[in-house]
Nanobody, 126 residues
């Protein structure tokens, strides 16, 4: 599985940005896709994930109500829509894939994800 994250950029606080994670090698419906981020000087943290079936999504509390995850099976792409962005959302955002025996489960831990994209930088100015 190869993942390509894109869509990062510079946005003002309160604005929106949409990230894409394009997969190749396998269908996105065959694995859990997660989004993580790493701010300067901080550890990488879980942002959200979508299940194999696509029927379940889960986002971290600190982005709940602002970020949503979706998927387009035809384009083999997973999206992270980010609204009401804050300066503290500034980070490199990564997408990752994890095999799962369950079609409805999502993973929040980094070690569950075996495949990682290269990251895309999101900068939110105040």
């Amino acid at each position: 599985v190869q993942l390509q994250a894109s869509g990062g950029g510079l946005v003002q606080a309160g604005g929106s940005l949409g990230l894409s994670c394009a997969a190749s090698g396998r269908s996105v419906s065959s694995f859990v896709t997660g989004w993580f981020r790493q701010a300067p000087g901080k550890a990488r943290e879980f942002v959200g994930a979508i299940s194999r079936s696509g029927g379940k999504t889960y986002v971290a509390d600190f982005v709940k109500g602002r970020f949503t995850i979706s998927r387009d099976n035809a384009k083999n792409t997973v999206y992270l829509q980010m609204n009401s962005l804050k300066p503290e959302d500034t980070a490199v955002y990564y997408c990752a894939a994890s095999r799962s025996f369950s079609s409805s489960y999502v993973y929040t831990a980094e070690h569950e994800y075996a495949y990682w994209g290269q990251g895309t930088l999101v900068t939110v100015s105040s």
